[in-house]
């Protein structure tokens, strides 16, 4: 049987009351697993919480895999153009120029897939409703925030290889192979 009480008192005190109640209306009746609504509550939540921590960890993970991955193929075109650069830079191109050069293609990638990930996650939302507690399917402050940290990691990724490539010298560059 479970039992619940209410009491203005603090709820850890009432329990020697409560003891003495049903001991006065039965003594055969053990009383045992005592403990506050709070208590309770936090009990049935712990599924959940480790849930929402492990989502959280491997989340953070996976964004820096992709930071790690778009960094990598960016300094991978970075490295491909290297002459292209070379040259650019020896006909007098500043660093700013070749900053936007890399940046562009590096904006234009992250457009296209932040506008398919954002299709996707408004269709694919609606599969998991049951599961969000306490927000719409279609949250736009949770969608601009996960659009910005995606777009910031995205941009300092590319900035990193993109400002590199400004110190490449032209010379050394023509003769890169």
């Known amino acids: 049987m479970t039992v619940y009480a209410r009491t203005g008192a603090a709820p850890l005190s ?3 009351t409560l ?3 049903v001991r006065e209306v039965d003594a055969g009746v053990p009383l045992y697993g005592i403990r506050t609504v709070d208590k309770q509550v936090e009990t049935s939540l712990v ?3 480790l849930l929402a921590s492990l989502s959280t960890v491997f989340g953070a993970l996976a964004t820096l895999l992709a ?3 778009l960094y ?3 300094a991978f075109m970075v490295t ?3 002459r292209e650069i ?3 830079m020896a006909l007098g191109a500043g660093g700013r120029s070749v900053v936007w050069l890399i940046m562009r293609e590096v904006l234009t990638l992250a457009g296209t897939g932040l506008a398919i990930g954002l299709a996707a996650a408004f269709g694919l939302t609606r599969l998991v409703e049951a599961q969000l507690f306490g927000i719409k399917a279609t949250d736009i402050a949770t969608m601009l925030l996960a659009t910005s940290g995606i777009a910031a990691v995205t941009l300092l990724a590319g900035y990193v290889p993109a400002r590199r490539a400004t110190s490449i010298d032209p010379m050394r560059a023509l003769r890169f192979e």
């Open 14 to 16: 009432f329990i020697g």
């Open 19 to 21: 003891r003495n109640a």
């Open 47 to 49: 599924t959940e919480r």
């Open 67 to 69: 930071a790690i991955g």
């Open 72 to 74: 990598g193929v960016v």
């Open 80 to 82: 491909r153009r290297t």
């Open 86 to 88: 070379g040259i650019r």
